[in-house]
C-alpha cells in the first residue's frame, strides 16, 4: 500500500494527541496537529493534505488526518470536514477507506490501533 504509515508514528501521534484532547484545545489546533504530523510522516506540506488535489499520497495522507480527528476529537463529522473544505460524506468515506485497509494490514493496523 502506498504510504503505510509506521507503527512509531502511531505510537507518538496518540501520545500527543492525548495531551492536546486532554487540554481541552479547539478542534481547529487539534486539526492543526494532526496535519503537521501526518504531513511530517508522509514527507508532505499541510497545504497537500488540506488542499482538493487528488494525488494518491495526498488523498491518503489526507484520509489518515481525517481518521485520526474523528477518534481523537469530539466534534461531528460535519464539523471536521467543514475544517478541510470537504462534506460529512468525505469524512465518513475517509474513515471506511483507512479501516478497510488497516484489515489484515499489519502496517496500518500498528499505525492506527
Do not use: C
Amino acid at each position: 500500500m502506498i504510504g503505510s504509515p509506521a507503527p512509531q508514528f502511531e505510537e507518538s501521534v496518540r501520545a500527543d494527541l492525548a495531551k492536546v484532547r486532554a487540554g481541552g484545545r479547539p478542534l481547529g489546533d487539534l486539526a492543526g496537529i494532526v496535519v503537521d504530523l501526518v504531513a511530517d510522516r508522509y514527507a508532505l506540506l499541510a497545504a497537500e493534505i488540506t488542499g482538493r488535489a487528488q494525488n494518491r499520497r495526498f488523498v491518503w495522507a489526507r484520509h489518515v488526518a481525517l481518521s485520526l480527528l474523528v477518534e481523537f476529537s469530539l466534534d461531528s463529522h460535519a464539523e471536521i470536514a467543514r475544517l478541510f473544505g470537504l462534506d460529512r460524506t468525505s469524512v465518513d468515506h475517509a474513515v471506511r477507506r483507512v479501516a478497510e485497509h488497516a484489515q489484515g494490514n499489519s502496517k496500518v493496523l500498528g499505525d492506527l490501533a
